[in-house]
């Protein structure tokens, strides 16, 4: 299955191959066929969709940028500060269109500040506007190409058109900007295992839990990524699923009729 289901974006489970299958609902095969991806723990899922390991719906992945903490050109007016609070306040209540207008004011009166349309490229991206908000980040990466989470969303939007090299090559850069970013860590893995490169993906995976030990998706992709393997490596598998559920990751029926047969 593939990353983000189709960029509803930010963020996912690995979804295997053919073992993946037989732990879907039959409802469910052929969309299994045609994607892989990972689960997030913030999904609105019912509970029976967690258990079919749909893709997570990845709307929170891109939370505004936080005006003022990236170096560069980021001074924001004194008569726009209560303007970019406004938009700031509006994304909080996840309302995307005012925060789109608020921000397309600011652009117009800032058009020179890589923040404005850094955020106004996430209230475009959070209303699937994919294009506008593609655009918009690119614009803000010209003015100041340091501002990771552009790199991160732009690697998502080229994820959902299918560019992987692209994608891997965005969010090697938020990475680079931002080594500590468990999120960009996490989203590269899901794209690197959609490439094929499955070790490049687990490599990812470890590094969001050297991050944030207790990070739900990084463990519980693990544990899907090791059991998709060939060979099957479930001691490892088991370890990671058990330690997501305990962090509070919904329980799946087949994968723990699968470990369960593992001797304790």
């Known amino acids: 299955m593939r990353y983000v289901s189709r960029i509803t974006c930010f963020v996912c489970f690995f979804v295997l191959s053919a073992l993946a299958l037989s732990l879907t609902s039959p409802g469910n095969a052929q969309e ?3 994607k892989r991806g990972f689960w997030f723990s913030s999904s609105k899922r019912s509970k029976s969709e967690t258990e079919s390991k749909e893709p997570r719906n990845t709307e929170g992945a891109a939370s505004p940028v936080k005006l003022g903490l990236s170096s560069g050109v980021a001074y924001i007016p004194q008569e726009l500060k209560e303007l970019a609070q406004e938009g700031a306040n509006a994304i909080a209540k ?42 918009n980040l690119k614009k803000s990466l010209e003015l100041n190409s340091t501002i990771a989470q552009n790199w991160t969303t732009l690697g998502l939007i080229q994820f959902e058109k299918g560019d992987l090299i692209l994608a891997i090559s965005s969010l090697t ?21 959609d490439y094929g490169w499955t070790t490049a993906a687990i490599d990812e995976l470890k590094r969001v839990i050297e ?13 899907l990524t090791y059991i998709g393997m060939k060979p099957q490596k479930l ?20 994968i723990e009729k699968l470990l369960g047969n593992l001797p304790e």
């Open 32 to 34: 299994e066929k045609k």
């Open 94 to 135: 996840g309302q995307w269109s005012e925060a789109r207008e608020l921000y397309l004011k600011m652009v117009l009166q800032a058009p020179d500040n890589p923040l404005a349309y850094a955020n106004l490229g996430v209230a475009e991206y959070q209303m699937k506007n994919f294009v506008a908000a593609e655009g």
């Open 173 to 193: 850069r938020a990475i680079h900007e931002d080594p500590n970013s468990a999120q960009a860590h996490l989203y590269l893995a899901a794209v690197a295992y």
């Open 211 to 223: 991050l944030d030990p207790k990070h739900i998706e990084a463990h519980f992709n693990l544990a």
């Open 235 to 254: 001691e490892l598998a088991r370890r990671h699923y058990f330690e997501a559920k305990a962090l509070g990751a919904p329980p799946h029926q087949g």
